[in-house]
């Protein structure tokens, strides 16, 4: 009753802003959220085993968190049209074994032209799905997964069960995975810097923005004169090009590559997008916050090796986080939805 | 309607051509009653799988989890059988299992209103997640000859595998509730359009529950024909097959959109899928060759469809 009251004789323009303010709060809350989260893992971790968070185990936990990363920010660009790239692990192996395969047959490669190569497998990749998508006018879900399987088994066919290994790579690529300025690990700066171009991008640019405009509403958007096609297929070629540059780096970091290099990872990569608040449905997200859901999600497997819990755990505890985060996400969206629907009906009143 | 009709018709057309190119190049070995058995014991699981999550993508939704529900299934029997539990009580208590995970599924996408692309892939993991904590990463594989030869010899006097009876069986009790059931009606009608069959009175969130239910249930099935067939328990038995069920759903036609497809069109697309790989494996084609293969049928699949929309299209636009 008394909310009612406070409702009638509250100005609408008060109400408005109130409504705004929990909607943006709603948007903190999230990142807010996985940071507590990483501390309510970190800190228990580090009180059982103080060396958990000296600098070289943190700096390894950067690292191993730093390829999902990756790929958590060229799937959030995809996500937010109202889109998912499931083939970024084959995309992944496909170049990381290219690439090997480049430096392992000509030594003489430079570093930049190995790299480039994987950049630009991916790039092919992306291309190809987002060709099939924007033109072929066909859901995402089922065109990557269709590519999920044939990237893999032209990554396969090509190579034939064998292996590089590091001892075939020139140093200076092994170099960049081990390396680092300033103590911070070249692999970590490199995403690191791939992330603030993205959100920068995402935040400020006219074609960002309209990504979200598309995952919001696909309909509006095309009426609104946004290219939504070649919005689309961009987002795709995007997600391709970095999955290509995390399957360089892949190389750098792990040295010995088959042809298996990077198999499910796209379940770890959306998992991460997801938990990182980027809704499914589009239309919402950050790459900030989908980065730190992949280094939540790379963060609780390395405190379950520590803590000697059974690897085995880390499946089901990745799943579990992930079906809180969209419960959590479903359930402030309700409250954020009846909260605009009551400002509203004052300001009409 | 018409247009689904053709797509069964081209399938048909399709499975003749690939027995034919099947009994011409392997010199009539393709079609024979031993290789017709592995390739019947090849596709049971996918072929029972397919028939629940039919229902499930014609009704709009998807259950991308059904494959682990097999693994933890296949755990679970391994696990309940070391624990000294006699198989006539650990097969029903999987089963059960099983419609729990689906429940589960169909509880979080029903009653909260969450995506079930979202929500499977989450418990995808989960699943099998559990599959390995109860399990890890052993094997049981010590069950009675009488059971595992369910999965290994056809039914007696004919080359009948008999998970392909169990199929065949189910497939009949799924086709009458999808095509000739109001319970049918109602899910294409959810389909086509949830809003418009909730107003029409149609019990929306209670029927989407059932047919995830049946979806974990059937799946949990399919984990102890995968466990007998190969009479080992393990946790990671079944990995990626959701995609191939997949694949194997809508290239019978089943519209990804919900609201489209039959029963029978994805059975054709099962012993399509199932007959192209084993043609591929009768002439020794690599495993990597399979991959691409069943990917590209997944991508022509659902690029028919529009293409030959937009053929059409061209072709009314041009008098």
Redesign the interface.
């Given at each position: 009753m008394t909310a009612q009251l406070d409702t009638a004789t509250a100005p609408p323009s008060a109400r408005r802003t109130a409504a705004r303010r929990l909607s943006t709060r709603v948007g903190r809350v999230r990142e807010l959220g996985i940071v507590v989260a990483l501390a309510l893992v970190v800190i228990p971790t580090a009180i059982v085993n103080p060396r958990f968070i000296q600098a070289q185990s943190l700096r390894d936990l950067l690292l191993n968190a730093s390829i999902v990363a990756l790929l958590a920010v060229g799937q959030t660009l995809v996500v937010v049209t109202r889109n998912v790239d499931l083939s970024v692990g084959s995309v992944l192996g496909l170049s990381a074994f290219l690439t090997a395969q480049q430096f392992a047959d000509h030594p003489g490669t430079p570093l930049l032209a190995g790299i480039g190569l994987g950049v630009a497998i991916g790039l092919a990749c992306g291309l190809l799905n987002g060709l099939l998508v924007a033109l072929g006018n066909v859901p995402s879900l089922v065109v990557t997964l269709g590519t999920l399987y044939v990237f893999r088994g032209i990554d396969y066919a090509l190579a034939q069960g064998r292996q590089v290994n590091a001892a075939n790579l020139p140093d200076a690529l092994l170099d960049l995975g081990s390396s680092r300025v300033l103590g911070i690990p070249v692999l970590v700066l490199i995403t690191v810097v791939v992330i603030a171009v993205a959100a920068v991008y995402l935040r400020s640019y006219r074609s960002g923005r309209e990504l979200y405009a598309i995952g919001s509403n696909p309909e509006a958007a095309t009426l609104a004169g946004i290219p939504v096609a070649r919005r689309t297929l961009t987002t795709f070629v995007l997600s391709g090009l970095i999955a290509g540059l995390a399957g360089a780096l892949w190389v750098a970091r792990y040295g010995t590559v088959d042809a298996a290099a990077g198999t499910g990872l796209e379940l770890q990569v959306v998992a991460a997008v997801v938990v990182g608040g980027v809704a499914i449905f589009g239309g919402s997200g950050t790459v900030a916050g989908a980065a730190l859901g992949a280094l939540l999600l790379g963060t609780i497997t390395s405190c379950l090796v520590v803590l000697q819990i059974p690897a085995f755990w880390q499946q089901a505890i990745a799943g579990a986080l992930l079906l809180s985060a969209i419960t959590v996400d479903r359930l402030l969206a309700l409250r954020l939805a009846k909260a605009l629907r009551t400002s509203e009906g004052t300001s009409h009143a | 309607m018409r247009n689904l009709l053709r797509w069964e018709t081209a399938l048909v057309f399709l499975l003749i051509v690939v027995a034919l190119t099947g009994q011409v190049s392997t010199d009539g070995s393709f079609l024979s009653g031993g290789n017709l058995f592995y390739l019947g014991l090849d596709i049971g699981e996918i072929a029972l799988i397919a028939l629940p999550l039919t229902l499930v993508i014609v009704a709009g939704e998807?259950d991308l989890s059904v494959a682990s529900v097999l693994g933890l299934s296949s755990a679970l029997i391994g696990w309940l059988w070391n624990a000294g539990w006699p198989l006539e009580t650990i097969l029903p208590t999987v089963v059960v299992a099983g419609a729990l995970c689906g429940a589960f599924n169909g509880l979080?996408i029903t009653r909260?209103?969450?995506?079930s692309?979202?929500?499977t892939?989450?418990?995808?993991?989960?699943?099998?997640?559990?599959a390995?904590?109860v399990l890890?990463?052993t094997a049981v594989a010590d069950f009675p000859a009488s059971y595992t030869a369910f999965g290994t010899t056809p039914v007696p006097g004919t080359n009948i595998p008999y998970p392909i009876v169990l199929a065949a069986v189910l497939a009949v009790l799924f086709g009458i509730a999808l095509h000739a059931s109001s319970f049918g009606r109602s899910v294409y009608a959810i389909g086509a359009n949830e809003e418009g069959a909730r107003f029409s009175g149609i019990r929306v969130k209670r029927i989407k529950l059932t047919l995830f239910v049946l979806a974990g249930a059937v799946a949990a099935i399919a984990g102890i024909v995968y466990t007998f067939r190969f009479s080992s328990a393990r946790?990671d038995n079944g990995v990626g097959l959701e995609?191939a069920v997949?694949?194997a759903v809508?290239l019978g036609g089943v519209s990804?959109?919900g609201g489209k497809g039959s029963l029978f069109g994805v059975l054709a697309g099962v012993l399509l899928l199932g007959g192209l790989r084993n043609l591929l494996i009768l002439q020794d084609t690599?495993?990597?060759?399979?991959?691409?293969?069943?990917?590209?049928l997944?991508?022509v699949s659902?690029?028919a469809p529009?293409?030959t929309r937009r053929v059409g299209s061209l072709r009314k636009a041009t008098p």
């Amino acid at each position: 009753m008394t909310a009612q009251l406070d409702t009638a004789t509250a100005p609408p323009s008060a109400r408005r802003t109130a409504a705004r303010r929990l909607s943006t709060r709603v948007g903190r809350v999230r990142e807010l959220g996985i940071v507590v989260a990483l501390a309510l893992v970190v800190i228990p971790t580090a009180i059982v085993n103080p060396r958990f968070i000296q600098a070289q185990s943190l700096r390894d936990l950067l690292l191993n968190a730093s390829i999902v990363a990756l790929l958590a920010v060229g799937q959030t660009l995809v996500v937010v049209t109202r889109n998912v790239d499931l083939s970024v692990g084959s995309v992944l192996g496909l170049s990381a074994f290219l690439t090997a395969q480049q430096f392992a047959d000509h030594p003489g490669t430079p570093l930049l032209a190995g790299i480039g190569l994987g950049v630009a497998i991916g790039l092919a990749c992306g291309l190809l799905n987002g060709l099939l998508v924007a033109l072929g006018n066909v859901p995402s879900l089922v065109v990557t997964l269709g590519t999920l399987y044939v990237f893999r088994g032209i990554d396969y066919a090509l190579a034939q069960g064998r292996q590089v290994n590091a001892a075939n790579l020139p140093d200076a690529l092994l170099d960049l995975g081990s390396s680092r300025v300033l103590g911070i690990p070249v692999l970590v700066l490199i995403t690191v810097v791939v992330i603030a171009v993205a959100a920068v991008y995402l935040r400020s640019y006219r074609s960002g923005r309209e990504l979200y405009a598309i995952g919001s509403n696909p309909e509006a958007a095309t009426l609104a004169g946004i290219p939504v096609a070649r919005r689309t297929l961009t987002t795709f070629v995007l997600s391709g090009l970095i999955a290509g540059l995390a399957g360089a780096l892949w190389v750098a970091r792990y040295g010995t590559v088959d042809a298996a290099a990077g198999t499910g990872l796209e379940l770890q990569v959306v998992a991460a997008v997801v938990v990182g608040g980027v809704a499914i449905f589009g239309g919402s997200g950050t790459v900030a916050g989908a980065a730190l859901g992949a280094l939540l999600l790379g963060t609780i497997t390395s405190c379950l090796v520590v803590l000697q819990i059974p690897a085995f755990w880390q499946q089901a505890i990745a799943g579990a986080l992930l079906l809180s985060a969209i419960t959590v996400d479903r359930l402030l969206a309700l409250r954020l939805a009846k909260a605009l629907r009551t400002s509203e009906g004052t300001s009409h009143a | 309607m018409r247009n689904l009709l053709r797509w069964e018709t081209a399938l048909v057309f399709l499975l003749i051509v690939v027995a034919l190119t099947g009994q011409v190049s392997t010199d009539g070995s393709f079609l024979s009653g031993g290789n017709l058995f592995y390739l019947g014991l090849d596709i049971g699981e996918i072929a029972l799988i397919a028939l629940p999550l039919t229902l499930v993508i014609v009704a709009g939704e998807i259950d991308l989890s059904v494959a682990s529900v097999l693994g933890l299934s296949s755990a679970l029997i391994g696990w309940l059988w070391n624990a000294g539990w006699p198989l006539e009580t650990i097969l029903p208590t999987v089963v059960v299992a099983g419609a729990l995970c689906g429940a589960f599924n169909g509880l979080l996408i029903t009653r909260l209103g969450l995506p079930s692309l979202a929500v499977t892939i989450g418990t995808l993991a989960l699943y099998r997640g559990l599959a390995l904590v109860v399990l890890g990463d052993t094997a049981v594989a010590d069950f009675p000859a009488s059971y595992t030869a369910f999965g290994t010899t056809p039914v007696p006097g004919t080359n009948i595998p008999y998970p392909i009876v169990l199929a065949a069986v189910l497939a009949v009790l799924f086709g009458i509730a999808l095509h000739a059931s109001s319970f049918g009606r109602s899910v294409y009608a959810i389909g086509a359009n949830e809003e418009g069959a909730r107003f029409s009175g149609i019990r929306v969130k209670r029927i989407k529950l059932t047919l995830f239910v049946l979806a974990g249930a059937v799946a949990a099935i399919a984990g102890i024909v995968y466990t007998f067939r190969f009479s080992s328990a393990r946790a990671d038995n079944g990995v990626g097959l959701e995609l191939a069920v997949v694949a194997a759903v809508l290239l019978g036609g089943v519209s990804i959109f919900g609201g489209k497809g039959s029963l029978f069109g994805v059975l054709a697309g099962v012993l399509l899928l199932g007959g192209l790989r084993n043609l591929l494996i009768l002439q020794d084609t690599s495993t990597e060759v399979l991959t691409i293969v069943t990917g590209l049928l997944l991508l022509v699949s659902v690029l028919a469809p529009s293409v030959t929309r937009r053929v059409g299209s061209l072709r009314k636009a041009t008098p």
